[in-house]
């Protein structure tokens, strides 16, 4: 509707750092390559309590599912229920079991989701090089698949946007900056580390389930991480393999400056390799966190294994 940019996203970025090549010229993985061994046994040591908690929001909600606008959230039909025995239409297996069965049919972006490094690029170019055309029927470069492979096991950390500013969710279209992020690490006494996995709550995706409908998509802009050089600066020196937001996008839709929109998808995924992961469920795990004062865990998801795909739906696992 009304955006407008005032310059391309290429002018925006010009001179950021790029991790193009770094792990070769077929890495479809990026920042994930700063996840070996070592790191997964820093997110291990990080379990104290045995607490666990799932990240993903429910799909096929009776209130519909939160969604990038234009696109339609999942739905789950029922092909076989005890209704088609009823009307002689269950298939009878020799001993006489029955079953339910049913499809999903959904955007791979519409739940908690790995985006692909190749889902969204500038310049006719993806993550690490490849040509923008090896998306065209199905991404054949830097897909989700590679993600799915190797799954994500790290050391996560929480930081709590919302309840820094003292709010139950930030509100549409409010920012905060590289600046705030750490502020509001000192305030919760925690310190990101290099090569954690950072999980920002904004309590944007909460809220969608505690207002009207309307009310979350009017005007849609939603809250979010603003581009700046020294953010971008600050995820390239800290080596950050992995964004997690409770947000659609994990960034302010428009940049309040410049008005490109989503500068940080090819700021951070493109240029970095930084893999971005959507839509997460962060509310309970933010609720315990300021109880016990804990903000560091484990973090593990497994994204599904989509040939091809742009993203994957994800049920991360958080170990306290
Ligand atoms: C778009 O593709 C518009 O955003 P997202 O990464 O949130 O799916």
Redesign the pocket.
Known sequence: GSLRAEIPVTELLKDDPKNWGRWGPDDEVGGLNFLTSQEVLRGVQSVKQGKTFTLQIQMCHPKGDPV?PGRKDPVRINVMDKGHYMCGKGPVFPGHAEYADDVLFMYL?GSTQY?ALG??WCDDTLYNGYDARTTAGGMTKASVLPIAERGIVGRGILIDMARHRGKPWLERAETFTHEDLMAAAEKQGTKIEKHDILIIRTGWIGSYYKREKDEFYKDFMEPGLTYSKELVKWFHEMEIPNLVTDT???EITADPVSGVV?PL?NALMRNLGVT?T?IAALDDLADDCAKDGQWTFLYTAAPLKVVNGT?APVNPVVIK
């Open positions: 990038w972006q985006d889902h969204v659609i996008a994990n989503l998808h971005f959507e993203g």
